[in-house]
């Protein structure tokens, strides 16, 4: 009788996980590589190492605690070091997330990436990314052979929040050190420190504490869903440059970027968004050849205004308050629809 008991509550266990393990929301792991996927020589080395060298399926096995949370799967896009990111690999990443995204099973997507450029493949993808369900990107600052590797638990955090139906609709979104962010306004603060993505005085979206998740506030510019942007059919993104101000700059490198072939410039100015006089002879003559010049700051706080009314007699428009790289993902965008600098200024106002 005592065995034929332990068996009915054996098969009624197997019943009831077989049961939660399909209602679990199906999140899908895209990998790229970068330092959450990094190898060092040794356990204390946490520079120079091994970027993305590790696949999906090792990061995947490394933290079994993510299939509490979601039925997770995962496909390895790149295996590359972020500061490699091409427009082409945006673009490619865009499109793999559409096509996901469509399908009714998938719930949400975690995106693993090199911290150098992920708030920038971050800006891009919640401008182009056609859904409401989470898009999530998270990184690490220590390589995963590292001692107190910071990858894992990111990578857990990540599948939670967008397992979680709080995170619908809210945009592309960041998980590092149990910090929620949005894609808009988070940016890398600090060159090695495992706290590095902040929001800056716009701050963050919420925290990760005691495995939930907590949000107080969300983005108000458009993104995602209601993005006018589409790269469905779009192939190549137009050239934009961004030319950094400093003491005695001066318009060599605009006529640099313009001969290389640009069609638009993001000038990372001084204060807000202040340009030399020989940077702007430079940039006025850039202008009259067809390139979009924007005024965004170095400054890592506070909006670039309309400022100095003669830049804007000359036509050269401003970001709000996207930074420079930021700044050039948005003009590279508004390039493939319109060349008109009045449309463009409404797109820096609007997003």
């Known amino acids: 009788m005592r065995l034929f008991i332990k068996t009915l509550l054996g098969a009624a266990l197997?019943?009831?996980?077989a049961v939660s393990a399909q209602t679990l929301p199906q999140i899908k792991i895209l990998?790229?590589?970068g330092t959450i996927a990094g190898t060092a020589a040794s356990a204390t080395q946490t520079t120079g190492y091994k970027a993305g060298d590790l696949g999906i399926q090792v990061l995947i096995e490394a933290v079994p605690q993510m299939k509490e949370f979601a039925d997770v799967s995962g496909e390895q896009i790149f295996k590359i070091s972020s500061n490699n990111m091409t427009?082409?690999?945006l673009l490619k990443l865009a499109k793999r997330c559409n096509e996901l995204l469509k399908d009714p099973k998938v719930s949400g997507i975690v995106i693993t990436h090199g911290t150098d450029t992920l708030e920038e493949t971050a800006y891009f993808l919640n401008l182009t990314v056609k859904s409401k369900k989470p898009v999530v990107l998270v990184g690490a600052?220590?390589?995963a052979t590292a001692?107190?590797?910071d990858g894992p638990m990111n990578l857990l955090n990540a599948v939670r929040v967008a397992a979680d139906p709080q995170s619908v609709g809210k945009g592309v979104l960041i998980t590092m050190n149990d910090v929620i962010n949005n894609a808009r306004d988070v940016t890398k603060t600090n060159t090695t420190n495992v706290a590095t993505f902040r929001g800056g005085e716009l701050g963050a979206l919420g925290y990760i504490a005691g495995?939930?998740?907590y949000f107080y506030k969300e983005s108000t510019r458009p993104h995602t869903y209601k993005s006018d942007f589409d790269i469905?059919?779009?192939?190549k993104l137009p050239r934009v440059d961004i030319i950094y101000s400093h003491v005695n700059a001066d318009r060599v490198l605009v006529d640099a970027a313009v001969a290389a072939g640009a069609k638009g410039i993001v000038a990372a100015g001084t204060g807000n968004g202040s340009i030399s006089e020989r940077e702007e002879a430079g940039l006025v003559d850039a202008m009259k050849k067809g390139v979009t010049v924007v005024r965004s700051a170095r400054v890592q706080n506070g909006p670039t205004t309309a400022s100095v009314a003669r830049w804007q007699e000359e036509g050269i428009l401003f970001s709000q308050a996207l930074n420079p790289q930021k700044a050039r993902m948005l003009l590279q965008l508004a390039l493939t629809k319109t060349q008109d600098p009045k449309k463009?200024?409404?797109y820096f106002d609007k997003y």
């Open 87 to 89: 427009d082409e690999g």
């Open 141 to 143: 600052m220590r390589p």
């Open 211 to 213: 495995g939930k998740n």
């Open 31 to 33: 990998a790229t590589g």
């Open 147 to 149: 001692i107190s590797a």
């Open 232 to 235: 469905e059919k779009i192939n």
């Open 14 to 17: 197997s019943a009831s996980l």
């Open 344 to 346: 463009i200024q409404e």
